[in-house]
C-alpha cells in the first residue's frame, strides 16, 4: 500500500515560485510511476506532471512546460514539484499520486491520491 501525503501549497503573488512536496511511503515505490495533478474549483482534476522514481522519464503538461518541474529523492522517498513564473491560473488543489502503470497516471486514472494542498495565486 502506498501513502502520500502533500505539504508546501500557500499563498503567492503571480510571478512568483513555490515548491511541493510529497512524502511516499510503500514497499516498492521504485516500480511507481508517480505524478501531480491540480483541481481548481468547478473543473476536472487535471495532470501536471509525472515522473518514474528513476527519474529518467518525465511528463510535463503543455500548460506548466517550462515553468514546473517534477523530481524525485529517491533516498528520503520524496517527490517534488518546483513551481516557478506562477500564474492566476495555477490557483487549484494540488494533488499527489501514484501508480504501478505510467498509462493510468497519464490518462488520469492512478489509484493512489494524497490529500491535495492548496495553492493560490494573486493577482
Known amino acids: 500500500q502506498v501513502q502520500l501525503v502533500e505539504s508546501g501549497g500557500g499563498l503567492v503573488q503571480a510571478g512568483g515560485s513555490l515548491r511541493l512536496s510529497c512524502a511516499a511511503s510503500?514497499?516498492?515505490?521504485?516500480?511507481?510511476?508517480m505524478g501531480w495533478f491540480r483541481q481548481a474549483p468547478g473543473k476536472d482534476r487535471d495532470i501536471v506532471a509525472a515522473?518514474?522514481?528513476?527519474?529518467?522519464?518525465?511528463y510535463h503538461a503543455d500548460s506548466v512546460k517550462g515553468r514546473f518541474t517534477i523530481s524525485t529523492d529517491n533516498a528520503k522517498k520524496m517527490v517534488y514539484l518546483q513551481m516557478n513564473s506562477l500564474k492566476v491560473e495555477d490557483t487549484a488543489v494540488y494533488y499527489c499520486?501514484?501508480?504501478?502503470?505510467?498509462?493510468?497516471?497519464?490518462?488520469?486514472?492512478?489509484?493512489?491520491w494524497g490529500q491535495g494542498t492548496q495553492v493560490t495565486v494573486s493577482a
Open positions: 499520486v501514484a501508480d504501478l502503470s505510467s498509462h493510468m497516471v497519464v490518462v488520469g486514472r492512478p489509484g493512489h
Open positions: 510503500g514497499r516498492t515505490l521504485s516500480r511507481y510511476t
Open positions: 515522473i518514474r522514481w528513476s527519474g529518467d522519464n518525465t
